[in-house]
Nanobody, 115 residues
Framework: QVQLVESGGGLVQAGGSLRLSCAAS????????MGWYRQAPGKQRELVAR???????DYADSVKGRFAISRDNAKNTMYLQMDSLKPEDTAVYYC?????????WGRGTQVTVSS
């Protein structure tokens, strides 16, 4: 069982940047694909970005070119660098495996982008 804890969210103006972190309770080296997800008010949770154990990345069209996902297997941590933030990026951001496992959902971290 892995526990995932997200951090790094906050309030930022449009055009600003944030870096989210996802800390795992044990080694994530063996987990092939991990992802960042987000859920905005009144909307379904959606996949934002995913990364393989070897570092191959994939992004939702809405964040392509603005967000960058990375992972440090030695530190059991995954990151999401978010630049050029837009108000529509406002959501609670979660990390999980991909495909996700329900038991791994954490509390998430709130990202609010003001216009």
């Amino acid at each position: 069982q892995v526990q995932l804890v997200e951090s790094g969210g906050g309030l930022v103006q449009a055009g600003g940047s944030l870096r989210l972190s996802c800390a795992a309770s044990r080694s994530i080296f063996s987990i092939n694909r991990m992802g960042w997800y987000r859920q905005a008010p009144g909307k379904q949770r959606e996949l934002v970005a995913r990364i393989t154990r070897g570092g191959i990345t994939d992004y939702a069209d809405s964040v392509k070119g603005r967000f960058a996902i990375s992972r440090d297997n030695a530190k059991n941590t995954m990151y999401l660098q978010m630049d050029s933030l837009k108000p529509e990026d406002t959501a609670v951001y979660y990390c999980n495996t991909h495909p996700y496992l329900p038991q791994y959902w954490g509390r998430g971290t709130q990202v609010t982008v003001s216009s």
